[in-house]
């Protein structure tokens, strides 16, 4: 178990401390999402019904955006010297690097999100201290990365990749913006974990597939 | 196809309500039903080649990609003209339609991606992978569209909530007409395939004078 | 012992729709070092990638220590080290931090000392805290030979392992392969270098439009010789 966990836990080391030094991902990424949901924010003021109805539409608008910018990013530093290849060529499994590439995604997009709630909360005036409301945040996130794993890899290697990126990711995660969207605006308009507890299924299993799906995958996607 | 046409425009009776708009109904529901009965067939090929790296999977899952893409298109747009005279609005997003709309979506995705990788065996196993996936993630659109409209009754209307009342001859109408466009489905795939096979022979022989 | 360290049967490689490597056959022994010349795109580079495990081939066999390639590879990867033209390495992560990462990545669990052998071994302790980035060519790329000898491969693969080096570096690498050779590994270095080649390796290979096109024992063959078939190969290519 150990030496299984080890190259993963090296690959998110590796990851966050690269990315304290390059401050590449998580500060762009906040700013933009922000920006975006204080955007909305301004164009829906003044009509306080409407916007708790679309509150949690904006802030999922927000973090898709700022969160596919992510993913162009995640595997930049791989790509600097092909530290991917180094990868491929080393005894780790490629369901290793999966899963190291997939936790150091979800950390990142994570912190976004931790920074996005707050500010959410006051641009909307919404109570977001509310543990089904993270619940459904984190599976969202999870299902994001999973997927978003997976075509940040596959895009690396592409002509007009930043562009390809969001063609092929966006149908893709339509179930799990549908499902976060509509069980936060539940949870926020003062719904029960009852009432959502089907969305709740729903994400998680997504996400599980998709993870395995990600896992299995993903030696197809890095091999040159 | 002749048989068929005449069926659909001559012989099925008018509808009461809908009018002569109806009778774009049995183009409309084979096209969507076969649109998206390519995913099943690129998810076991695409599977298939993944293992085994034959070159044949792959030249099924591409065919029936493109030839769903084609089939979603038409659905796409026959929904529309059909939807704008029965409910005074040309797109709703009740589940059918979303998900028609979504996987065709996926389906541009599939066929840009091959545009854009690299020839042979690595832009395959890309788009082996896209195809697996895509088709996995038909399952939950459908269902995330189907539980939202759930929690939202209001906007309930939906072509299949149609089909109770159908009367008989529109029954058999649509089923001969199901069958009439998978006979066509299947055709195209396999041209396309055998296309697709020609082309493989022409590269190798290419490869062969060089 | 029969044991074939690393024979490579018919190999085939098209990369959008250019014939890389074609039918391709290769044996190697233990304790034999072989270098591979030939004009750019001749198929060198990938090769190296093929058995790195970087780069998928599309038909062939290739069998190391007599176990199929494609099956259980991972202990097979092991007993690989590889050096290509990118060094592998992370630029905001300081040279020791690169060292350890790939410890940790291969799965060996005392890195201190290995990173520490490493660094001393290439000469790299005026380095060890200094971000990748900021390094020089030629030192990256001592980096880059200290990260593939981490885990003490038995079979090298060197792509082009002297470019940017100077004379001190470069006798450091020959030192190393020649150690390397005598304690039992094997060696496969793709160069332009015709001097380090000849010098370091036992049996020399000319490829061309991914075949070999001329092979040679070094010891048997004199070096005007070779160098006369490897500039006609390379002019007609041009």
């Avoid at chain 3, 082009?160 to 570096?169: I, M, Q, R, T, Y």
Wanted: with cysteine.
């Amino acid at each position: 178990m150990k030496s299984f966990l080890q190259p993963i836990m090296a690959i998110l080391w590796k990851d966050l401390l690269t990315e304290i030094r390059s401050k590449e991902i998580i500060t762009p990424l906040v700013g933009f999402s922000v920006v975006t949901i204080l955007i909305f924010s301004m164009l829906f003021s003044g009509s306080s019904q409407l916007s708790n109805k679309f509150a949690s539409s904006i802030l999922w608008i927000g973090f898709t955006f700022g969160g596919i910018l992510g993913l162009i990013k995640i595997f930049s530093s791989e790509k600097e010297n092909n530290g991917m290849a180094g990868l491929s060529s080393s005894s780790a499994n490629t369901e290793q690097i999966y899963f190291g590439k997939l936790i150091s995604t979800f950390l990142f997009l994570s912190i976004v999100e931790l920074i996005m709630l707050p500010v959410f909360g006051i641009l909307f005036n919404i109570q977001i201290f509310i543990l089904e409301l993270w619940l459904i945040t984190l599976l969202g996130t999870l299902g994001f990365s999973a997927i978003g794993t997976t075509f940040s890899a596959m895009t690396m290697n592409l002509r007009s990749k930043d562009i390809m990126l969001p063609i092929l990711f966006l149908p893709i995660v339509i179930p799990v913006i549908i499902a976060a969207v509509s069980s936060s605006t539940e949870i926020i308009n003062g719904g029960s974990l009852s009432e959502i507890h089907i969305w709740l299924e729903l994400l998680v299993v997504f996400d599980a597939l998709f993870i395995l799906i990600g896992a299995w995958t993903f030696r197809f996607v890095t091999e040159e | 196809m002749t048989v068929t046409m005449y069926l659909i425009f001559i012989w099925v009776p008018t509808d009461d309500v809908l009018g002569i708009s109806q009778r774009i109904f049995y183009i409309h529901v084979p096209m969507g039903i076969l649109g998206l009965m390519a995913f099943p067939i690129v998810f076991i090929c695409s599977t298939t080649y993944l293992i085994t790296k034959k070159d044949t999977m792959d030249s099924i899952a591409y065919s029936a990609a493109e030839i769903g893409a084609l089939f979603l298109t038409i659905a796409l747009i026959t929904g529309m003209l059909w939807s704008k005279p029965s409910w005074g609005v040309w797109w709703t997003w009740s589940p059918q339609p979303t998900l028609t709309l979504v996987s065709w979506l996926v389906y541009i995705a599939y066929l840009m991606l091959r545009a854009y990788s690299p020839r042979g065996s690595q832009g395959a196993k890309y788009a082996a992978v896209l195809g697996i996936i895509g088709s996995v993630n038909s399952i939950f659109v459908y269902l995330a569209a189907k539980i939202w409209r759930d929690v939202h009754p209001e906007a309930v209307v939906g072509p299949l909530a149609e089909n109770d009342s159908l009367d008989s001859s529109m029954r058999i109408g649509l089923l001969i007409a199901l069958l009439a466009f998978s006979l066509l489905f299947t055709y195209l795939i396999t041209l396309r395939f055998s296309t697709r096979k020609t082309e493989q022979k022409i590269e190798r022989l290419q490869y062969e004078i060089n | 012992m029969n044991e074939q360290a690393v024979s490579i049967n018919n190999l085939n490689k098209i990369y959008d729709k250019k014939i890389i490597l074609k039918n391709f056959s290769l044996k190697i022994n233990w304790g034999q070092v072989a270098t591979i010349f030939g004009p750019n795109g001749s198929g060198k580079s990938t090769l190296i990638r093929i058995l790195g495990n970087i780069t998928d081939y599309d038909q062939g066999d290739i069998y190391i220590q007599n176990r199929d390639f494609k099956v259980n590879n991972n202990n097979i990867r092991k007993t690989i080290g590889v050096v290509t033209h990118q060094t592998f390495l992370y630029d905001h992560l300081s040279v020791k931090e690169n060292l350890k990462y790939y410890c940790q990545v291969f799965g060996i669990s005392n890195y201190f000392a290995n990173v520490s052998t490493a660094i001393e071994k290439f000469n790299l302790n005026k380095y060890r805290d200094t971000h990748v980035r900021k390094l020089s060519r030629g030192t990256q790329q001592r980096v880059a030979l200290a990260r593939a000898t981490l885990h003490h491969p038995r079979i090298l693969l060197l792509d082009e392992p002297d470019s940017g080096l100077d004379n001190d570096s470069l006798k450091i690498l020959m030192d190393i392969i020649d150690q390397h050779k005598s304690s039992g590994g094997l060696a496969l270095i793709a160069t332009h270098n015709l001097e380090f080649g000849i010098s370091v390796s036992d049996s020399l290979l000319i490829l061309s439009d991914g075949q070999i096109a001329f092979s040679t024992n070094s010891n048997s063959t004199n070096k005007e010789l070779f160098n006369y078939e490897y500039q006609k190969i390379t002019k007609e290519k041009l």
